[in-house]
């Protein structure tokens, strides 16, 4: 049973480009979480989804930033226009249905780290 | 809000010592799960324990185990025997029945000393 893939691993974009990072769930998994880290930081929360639908954006920056689950395929956190700031490394995580997710621990993938030029 | 703190940014242990990582975390609720993640330089996120705050006894996972104290809101790690590849960054974490996202603690980079 192959964990969560996150694609790529390593992403270099210069300011003002597009970067589109993928995240594929365990299999089984319908929900799908995206965490942001900053260096010498915790993960911060930005975006929960099930397929199709956004269940949580509250961590997401307003602009320039957004996500989506489709019905087939992985999951795409998209960043437009980058900037600097923007270079962290970014963690997909999924979990099973929702009830019966909250005692479980959210499964991580290997995370895709970007870097603004 | 709910915040989860993590007091040592760093910690040393002799290899075979044990060591205790502190977390205190902030809540009004009164259901909720508590997580250790492990973080080694691979950037992988490992889960090492988890403890649901309903349950009085603490959780264990072989040399891992916790002491939370719900009433202080603490919930620290132990680490018994340590290895070489216990050597890693280690998140406290935090979620509640009503919501499902996890709050991580900034970390701790836990070095173990030969």
């Known amino acids: 049973n192959a964990g969560v893939m996150q694609n790529p691993r390593h992403l270099v974009r210069r300011r003002g480009q597009e970067a589109r990072l993928r995240c594929s769930p365990m299999?089984?998994?319908?929900?799908v979480y995206w965490y942001r880290q900053l260096p010498e930081e915790g993960l911060k929360f930005m975006v929960y989804?099930?397929?199709?639908?956004?269940?949580?954006e509250s961590g997401m920056p307003k602009e320039r930033f957004s996500a989506e689950f489709p019905k087939e395929g992985p999951s795409i956190l998209r960043i437009q226009q980058v900037v600097r700031g923007d270079s962290a490394a970014y963690f997909c995580?999924?979990?099973?249905?929702?009830?019966?997710?909250?005692?479980?621990?959210?499964?991580f993938g290997n995370g895709t780290r970007l870097t603004v030029t | 809000a709910q915040t989860v703190t993590q007091s040592q940014p760093e910690m040393s242990v002799q290899e075979a010592e044990t060591v205790t990582l502190s977390c205190t975390y902030d809540?009004?609720?009164?259901?909720?799960?508590l997580f250790w993640y492990k973080q080694p330089p691979s950037r992988q996120m490992i889960l090492v324990i988890r403890?649901?705050?309903?349950?009085?006894q603490n959780a264990t996972e072989n040399r891992f185990s916790v002491n939370f104290q719900k009433a202080a809101k603490s919930f620290s790690l132990k680490i018994s025997d340590s290895q070489l590849g216990d050597a890693a960054m280690y998140f406290c974490?935090?979620?509640?029945?009503?919501?499902?996202?996890?709050?991580f603690g900034k970390g701790t980079r836990l070095h173990i000393l030969p």
């Open positions: 995580a999924s979990s099973p249905m929702r009830g019966s997710s909250y005692n479980s621990p959210l499964h």
């Open positions: 299999k089984g998994h319908s929900h």
């Open positions: 989804l099930q397929k199709e639908n956004i269940i949580d």
């Open positions: 809540t009004s609720e009164s259901d909720y799960y």
């Open positions: 403890q649901e705050a309903y349950k009085q």
């Open positions: 974490a935090y979620r509640t029945n009503r919501d499902d996202k996890i709050i």
